[in-house]
């Protein structure tokens, strides 16, 4: 019974997002149902890509990574994979049209955590695109169902909201990814030398993208528009507690928020989305 297999397939990934990320299934939540399974799909294939290049030392990850990438290809061509997760994640892509150089660069990012990277400007931005705001344009392009005109149109604030959000995992992530993974992914900054005037730079340019994105929020179909806003909100009050520490906490502690403060932060966000004023 394919169906079985293919109900399987969607709590599969269902259970991945649950169980890797409270905030992103919080998120999820408050989309109109009939975006919380085609979401999971997308979650849950980025998640184990990302899992080969963060987790699974002791054991080839270059060989498991180019294995997943031949198999996701396979899955989207073929329309059925053994794997749950990307037979979930290939009828997603062929039922809403994902591009697949989308998939391409999210995964050539992937590679990249494989490599000892130096990374300048360009590579910075390169990863970015790939790691990120592919993924957002991915979640975008289910949101737009099939209307393109309102997928290109949105397209632009769907990135530098992937962006911003990318950053922000950069600046909390910061010590696990130089001290354990040895990556450091700014451009022209050397993290022996990490200081309040570099910090604060980042930021910045944080704030400018998180504006960008909120632009496309607003503009977002009505299903859409709650879920990515509360993203929105979570990522910006991680922002915030970020501002709020020295530069060399980050190099020695991981900021997150509280769960009792995701809540508030929901209850905030209803309200102003009741009051029509994200």
Not at 11 to 16: H, L
Not at 207 to 231: C, H, N, Q, T, W
Request: contains cysteine; glycine residues 6%; neutral net charge.
């Amino acid at each position: 019974m394919k169906e079985l297999f293919d109900m399987i397939s969607r709590k599969s990934s269902k259970m991945t997002t649950v169980l890797y990320s409270t905030s992103f299934s919080l998120g999820i939540r408050f989309f109109s149902k009939r975006f919380h399974d085609p979401i999971y799909g997308i979650y849950g294939f980025v998640r184990f890509a990302d899992e080969i290049v963060d987790s699974f030392e002791g054991f080839d990850k270059q060989k498991l990574l180019t294995r997943f990438k031949e198999d996701t290809f396979d899955a989207i061509a073929e329309k059925i994979s053994l794997n749950p997760i990307l037979n979930n994640f290939q009828y997603v892509v062929n039922t809403y049209k994902i591009d697949l150089e989308l998939i391409a660069l999210f995964l050539r990012s992937m590679e990249m955590d494989l490599e000892k990277v130096e990374y300048d400007q360009q590579k910075y931005e390169a990863y970015i695109l790939g790691s990120a705001e592919v993924v957002g344009l991915m979640c975008l392009r289910v949101f737009c169902e099939g209307d393109l005109q309102k997928y290109e149109d949105l397209k632009p604030s769907a990135m530098k909201l992937g962006s911003a959000f990318q950053k922000i995992n950069f600046l909390r992530d910061l010590k696990m990814d130089f001290q354990d993974l040895g990556r450091s992914y700014f451009p022209g900054i050397d993290l022996n030398q990490w200081d309040e005037m570099t910090k604060s730079a980042i930021e910045r340019d944080i704030e400018k993208d998180f504006a960008d994105g909120l632009a496309g929020i607003r503009r977002l179909p009505s299903g859409a528009r709650f879920g990515v806003y509360m993203a929105y909100v979570y990522f910006h009050e991680l922002l915030i507690k970020i501002q709020s520490v020295k530069a060399d906490k980050l190099l020695n502690e991981r900021i997150r928020v509280s769960n009792w403060r995701k809540y508030l932060l929901l209850i905030t966000a209803y309200v102003r989305n009741l009051m029509s004023r994200l």
